[in-house]
C-alpha cells in the first residue's frame, strides 16, 4: 500500500512527544538524585569505622571492592534477608569476603556456635545475592557449613541467626515470613542451593518470631 492509506503525524505531535520525553527523562533523574544526594561533594554522610548494627557482632571488614556504599532505606527500601551457606568455614567466609577479587560478601556471617561477625554496614549494598535488585533490596547473612550436612546447622547457629534476623525484621518492618525470609536459592537468575535442603525453615521462622518478642 501507498502513503495514501497513513495518517500522516504532524510536527506538532512530534515536539509535544519530544517535550514529554524530555520531562520524562527530568523526572528520572530528579528521582535518582533525590535517591542519591548524600553522593554529592560535602554531603556524605559521617560513618564511624566499626559501628555495629547487631548488639554482640564481632565487626570484621569485608573489602571495599565487595560492597557498595549506600544510605539505605532511604535509597532503597530494605525489605528481604537473605540466608546463605558457605560451604565451608567461618574462617573461610571471613578470608574470602576480605579478598577483593573474590567479588561477593554478605552483610554477617553466622558461626556454628552461634557468633556473629559484621563485615558491611547494614545502609550499604552487599555484593551477596548474584541480583543487583536484590542486593539492593536485602541484608544477607552467611552461614558457617555445608549445604549437604545438617549436622553442620547446629542449635546455637539456628539461635544466633534468628536473634539476628529478628532485629533486621523490626529495624525495617519486615515480615517474617516465608516470602521476605529467603533463601539464596530463591533468588532470580541465581544458580546457588545454598541453604539446601536440610536448613529447617519451620524451625528458624518460629525462632525468628520468638526473638521478635524479646528485647532485641
Known amino acids: 500500500m501507498g502513503s495514501k492509506g497513513k495518517k500522516a503525524v504532524g510536527r506538532r505531535a512530534v515536539l509535544l512527544g519530544g517535550g514529554a520525553a524530555v520531562v520524562g527523562t527530568a523526572v528520572l533523574a ?61 574462617a573461610t567466609a571471613l578470608r574470602v569476603f576480605k579478598n577483593p577479587g573474590h567479588g561477593a560478601a554478605a552483610h554477617y556471617v553466622v558461626r556454628k556456635d552461634g557468633h556473629v561477625a559484621q563485615m558491611i554496614r547494614e545502609l550499604d549494598v552487599g555484593f551477596h545475592a548474584g541480583n543487583r535488585d536484590m542486593n539492593e533490596r536485602s541484608i544477607g547473612i552467611e552461614h558457617e557449613g555445608f549445604v549437604d550436612r545438617p549436622e553442620d ?42 541453604p539446601g535442603p536440610h536448613w529447617d525453615w519451620d524451625r528458624y521462622l518460629r525462632l525468628v518470631r520468638e526473638a521478635s518478642k524479646k528485647p532485641v
Not at 528521582?31 to 548488639?55: C, I, Y
Not at 571495599?64 to 535509597?75: G, V
Open 30 to 90: 530528579r528521582e535518582e538524585l533525590a535517591r542519591a544526594w548524600w553522593r554529592l561533594p560535602g554531603t556524605q554522610k559521617k560513618r564511624v569505622e566499626g559501628e555495629l548494627d547487631h548488639a554482640g557482632a564481632e565487626w570484621t571488614s569485608a573489602s571495599r571492592a565487595n560492597w557498595r556504599r549506600a544510605d539505605r532505606p532511604d535509597d532503597y527500601t530494605i525489605d528481604r534477608v537473605v540466608i546463605h551457606v558457605v560451604q565451608g568455614s567461618y
Open 153 to 194: 546447622f547446629t542449635a546455637a547457629m539456628y539461635e544466633g541467626s534468628a536473634r539476628l534476623t529478628a532485629g533486621i525484621c523490626a529495624r525495617y518492618g519486615i515480615p517474617v515470613d516465608r516470602e521476605h525470609v529467603i533463601g539464596h536459592v530463591e533468588v532470580e537468575g541465581t544458580d546457588h542451593t545454598d
